[in-house]
């Protein structure tokens, strides 16, 4: 979306929207990779992905100075849409954690039995 802005307004307010998708991205890993993995290997893990920032940032400075030179800006940003295919792709294939799976049922449990136990408020009872 980047390589696409014409000014810098657009180019500020589309990078402004992409750091919030980042960074809920950001907090989503972290809790998922924390759900996940077992306690024995958790702050490997974390650590791993806290890693890749940084190896992403460097991977895109490489990039910066092999593209930009022959290329220019733009296309920069068109290469970097492919980790962000891959990531939304990725996103499809990753389960929902068991310990939400059975919150939620729980939830489905007492909202039925509350409503079993108490009618509607506007209900009103047949007089005949």
Do not use: D
């Amino acid at each position: 979306m980047l390589g696409l802005t014409h000014n810098y307004w657009q180019f500020a307010i589309t990078r402004l929207v992409a750091s919030l998708g980042i960074g809920a991205l950001y907090v989503a890993c972290n809790t998922l990779m924390a759900e996940y993995e077992p306690t024995r290997y958790r702050t490997t893990v974390l650590g791993t992905l806290q890693a890749g920032w940084s190896v992403g940032y460097i991977v895109a400075m490489l990039l910066a100075g092999w593209i930009l030179p022959s290329h220019g800006w733009r296309w920069l940003f068109y290469i970097a849409i492919i980790p962000v295919i891959l990531a939304v792709v990725m996103q499809r294939f990753v389960p929902e954690p068991q310990a939400w799976i059975n919150a939620q049922a729980e939830r489905a449990k007492k909202k039925s039995r509350a409503s079993k136990s108490h009618p509607p408020k506007n209900a009103r009872a047949c007089t005949s």
